[in-house]
């Protein structure tokens, strides 16, 4: 196979990376700690909220984990990432807009960089 259509080998590491951050936001979305709970409230998300992002956010660790289903991982993980861009950013909360912005483009990445070299 040309060079050019083989898999990049940083993939993996950085798919494991981002499915180890996405367990520990899906932990901090489980347990909702005050902090968190009352970002959800400001945002005007109803008070279930933080369970569906932690089901999404582990949902997504996992496929990203699975090396055959990473690049659904990537999109889903990518999709989680720019709700919360759009959140912060209709709210004006600029505070909150870098790590999800930058894990976006990680997650963004890791797609790209799993679907290359499939045929």
């Known amino acids: 196979m040309p060079l050019f259509l083989q898999r990049p080998r940083w993939v993996p590491v950085l798919a494991w990376l981002l499915a180890g ?71 004006r909360d600029l505070g909150h807009l870098p790590p999800p912005l930058v894990v976006l483009a990680l997650a963004a990445l890791v797609g790209w960089g799993a679907l290359r070299g499939r045929t």
């Open 21 to 91: 951050f996405f367990v520990f936001g899906a932990v901090g979305n489980l347990l909702a700690p005050p902090d968190i709970a009352a970002s959800y409230r400001r945002w005007g998300y109803p008070d279930w909220f933080h369970f569906v992002t932690a089901i999404l956010e582990l949902a997504a660790a996992g496929l990203l984990a699975w090396r055959r289903a990473r690049p659904v991982g990537a999109g889903l993980a990518a999709s989680v990432m720019g709700a919360a861009v759009l959140t912060v950013l209709l709210h």
